[in-house]
């Protein structure tokens, strides 16, 4: 089985179960077609789409160079920035009620920076001025220049 | 009554303010087009959370800005380092860089500028002139031929694809699918929430597009820790002086280039889903086959700059006139501007022209005024744009996700929408991973609803199912669309057997034959004259490829 493949594979899977919530979606009687027609006919020709591909992949057989081949440490490999960095954003995300957005967003360019970049004492230091600065510099354009109302975060509450 | 509309317009884009904006988004487009890799609908996109609190006028030159600013930056990193900075300015490469590297860095750039200064003008006159007569032409669409303009457009898009066409319009199908989240706003019945209450107001615009296209473009540019860490570009790259004076020289030298590449720019751009990535090569391989030297392309020679420079800020005029004409967003980077239009309760249809006069004017002149910035920024920060650009990629990817997320959040103040930030982040880049292009996803969310209010009009109007869909394809630009994304559905098999089979013969003249069908349909006497001309090259294109056997390059 080749990448596309399991691709192809998932996205039927996908579709069966839209199809089947697409059965939850409340009927009405306004004269109007029901709420299910067109997610209807998009999953209908998404499935097509989807048995196509599948045929695709099938008749192609497995590729050279495919990346299933290269197994989950292949894939770790190549995706170890890009997962660190949804690791981070979504800490970021889970702490902002404590944090708030200044020093969250602080925190989270800093740990990125520190994860993707070097680590001696003057890189840190660096990462730590450039995530002041940047995120600073766009927290205060938000509230004072444009009067959005930011996270303020628990751990300021009273401030 | 067209004079205070102008002086409206005029009076709203040349205030202090707004002035001051579009330089700010000119010189923002004119570094993140410079940066390989940035592209220009991610910044535009950046950039509409900026625009929430300004006027509408205000938001839209800013945009503005950022789009004309971000169409001329690409071209400073492909001169300098031989790295297209954008996709539009990919040909600009064959040609500037080796006159770069000849030792003329400052008049490849020159040349550069002012082929996109003037492209832009004509793009800017075309929009100015087609716009309102398209908009006429829009009135007279119904329900089901928006609907099918909706399907061409997503199968234009997704024949870019190239031979994975499939994917592409999985990933459309897939758009179409996101924009169904929510509450159908046909019957106000909810749809997909797996019993969450946040999935009740559906995924807005702004998370899903920036999720989909800038995380997730910003997470694979620092997949290699190494490259990461490296500059956006190579030390050796260095601010030159312009020489305008021999540039403009150069330029206009080479008037019928300039012309012809703008109007291939600007009639690209019109096609709903194709810009500047395809307007670039599409006017160097033109300018290419008639020049009288085209030997000497691609060793460095202006003509190779001329033409897809200002071919793609043409391209922008086009995709600007579909949008206000009819609503359709040209490309991407249109689709976010439609974007920023909602925000600002403004709804691009048809009647925008006409019932929107004072901003749809001052989308023209901003257009217009925004590439006079862009040769000033140019000229004077050029020292500038090379110091931003030795910023190692791993720095501006993690400072821009925290502004992802700041702008996100600061659209509604809803915790949610940095979830779907992240949702779509993920989900953009495992479709990048797996080959699945985004143009067609991006387009498909936006599309989703104009689609489905369309088609359920239709479906009202008319009593049975049965009549609905015979009104598909017995009304005359409903058949005129669903003709043209069946073309486009097959043109890039058409593209990768092109005279190699022989069925890829009868390719263009069955699709001239058929487009002539719904031009008889429409009546008057122009569209049925066009119709004429159009079945009389299919037929007399049939007879000759038939009398010749149909011949292919084995045959030939």
Redesign the interface.
């Known amino acids: 089985m080749n990448?596309?493949t399991g691709?192809a594979i998932f996205?039927l899977l996908f579709c069966g179960v839209?199809f089947a919530?697409?059965f939850d979606?409340?009927e009405?009687s306004?004269?109007?077609?029901?709420?299910?027609?067109?997610?209807r006919?998009?999953?209908f020709?998404?499935t097509l789409?989807?048995a196509?591909?599948l045929a695709?992949s099938l008749k192609r057989g497995r590729a050279a160079g495919d990346e299933a081949g290269r197994g989950l440490k292949g894939w770790l490999a190549?995706?170890?920035?890009?997962l660190c960095?949804?690791f981070l954003?979504?800490v970021?995300?889970l702490t902002?009620p404590y944090f708030g957005?200044f020093l969250g967003?602080v925190l989270?360019?800093f740990c990125?920076?520190t994860a993707?970049?070097?680590r001696d004492g003057r890189t840190l230091l660096v990462h730590g001025a450039?995530?002041l600065g940047?995120?600073g510099i766009?927290?205060g354009?938000?509230t004072y220049g444009?009067?959005?109302?930011?996270?303020q975060g628990e751990l300021f509450y009273g401030w | 009554m067209l004079i205070d509309n102008i002086a409206g317009a005029a009076e709203a884009v040349f205030h202090l303010k707004t002035v001051g904006l579009m330089f700010l988004g000119v010189t923002a487009g004119l570094i993140a087009g410079a940066i390989p890799g940035f592209t220009i609908a991610m910044a535009v996109a950046l950039t509409l959370p900026f625009t929430f609190a300004m006027q509408a006028v205000e938001g839209l030159s800013t945009m503005i800005g950022v789009l004309v600013g971000g169409l001329s930056g690409g071209l400073m990193a492909g001169m300098l380092t031989g790295i297209p900075g954008t996709p539009s300015s990919i040909a600009t490469t064959f040609d500037g860089f080796p006159m770069a590297r000849r030792g003329q860095p400052g008049l490849a750039l020159g040349i550069g500028v002012w082929s996109s200064f003037f492209g832009g003008l004509i793009g800017a006159v075309v929009l100015m002139t087609l716009a309102p007569q398209l908009a006429r032409v829009g009135l007279e669409l119904g329900p089901w031929d928006f609907f099918a303009l909706v399907i061409f457009a997503l199968t234009v898009t997704a024949s870019l694809a190239g031979p994975d066409m499939v994917k592409g319009l999985i990933a459309g199908a897939l758009g179409l699918l996101a924009a169904t989240i929510g509450e159908d706003e046909v019957n106000g019945v909810a749809r997909f929430t797996f019993g969450s209450d946040e999935l009740k107001q559906g995924f807005a615009f702004l998370p899903v597009l920036v999720g989909l296209f800038a995380f997730s473009q910003l997470l694979s540019d620092v997949q290699d820790t190494e490259a990461a860490r490296q500059p956006l570009m190579p030390k050796g790259a260095k601010a030159v002086k312009i020489e305008h004076r021999q540039a403009i020289a150069e330029v206009l030298k080479r008037w019928a280039v300039l012309v012809r590449s703008s109007l291939i720019g600007v009639f690209t751009g019109i096609l709903p889903g194709t810009g500047g990535s395809v307007a670039n090569i599409l006017a160097y391989d033109q300018a290419k086959k008639t020049s009288k030297y085209p030997e000497k392309f691609g060793t460095g020679i202006a003509d190779g700059i001329v033409a897809p420079e200002s071919s793609n800020n043409a391209t922008e005029g086009g995709a600007l006139i579909t949008m206000m004409a009819l609503g359709i967003p040209g490309d991407v980077t249109t689709a976010i501007m439609l974007g920023a239009l909602l925000i600002h309760d403004v709804i691009p249809s048809p009647s925008f022209i006409g019932d929107e006069p004072v901003l749809a004017y001052s989308i023209f002149i901003a257009f217009f005024f925004a590439h006079f910035i862009m040769i000033l920024m140019q000229a004077f920060c050029l020292r500038a744009f090379v110091m931003v650009t030795r910023v190692p990629r791993y720095v501006l990817a993690a400072v821009i996700l925290a502004y992802c997320a700041i702008g996100v959040f600061a659209l509604s103040n809803v915790d949610f929408d940095l979830w779907t930030l992240f949702l779509f982040g993920v989900a953009g880049l495992v479709l990048r991973s797996f080959g699945f292009p985004l143009a067609p996803m991006i387009l498909g969310v936006v599309l989703g609803n104009i689609a489905e209010l369309n088609l359920s009009r239709a479906l009202t109007i008319t009593d049975t199912w049965e009549t609905a869909l015979a009104a598909f394809l017995t009304r005359p630009w409903s058949l005129f669309f669903f003709i043209l994304a069946v073309f486009s559905a097959v043109f890039p098999w058409f593209q990768a057997a092109r005279a190699k089979k022989r069925w890829t013969r009868a390719y263009v003249p069955l699709l001239t034959l058929s487009v002539s069908v719904p031009l008889f349909m429409m009546g008057g006497w122009v569209r049925p004259a066009i119709g004429t001309g159009l079945l009389a090259l299919g037929a007399v294109l049939l007879w000759r490829r038939a009398r010749h056997g149909w011949p292919t390059q084995d045959t030939d």
């Open positions: 990448r596309d691709v996205l839209f919530a697409t979606i409340r009405t306004y004269g109007t077609p029901g709420a299910g027609v067109w997610p006919i998009i999953l020709a998404l789409l989807g196509g591909y695709q190549t995706y170890r920035n890009a960095c949804y954003f979504a970021f995300l902002m957005m967003g989270f360019v990125t920076l993707l970049g070097r450039i995530a940047a995120v766009m927290w354009v938000f444009l009067n959005v109302i930011l996270p």
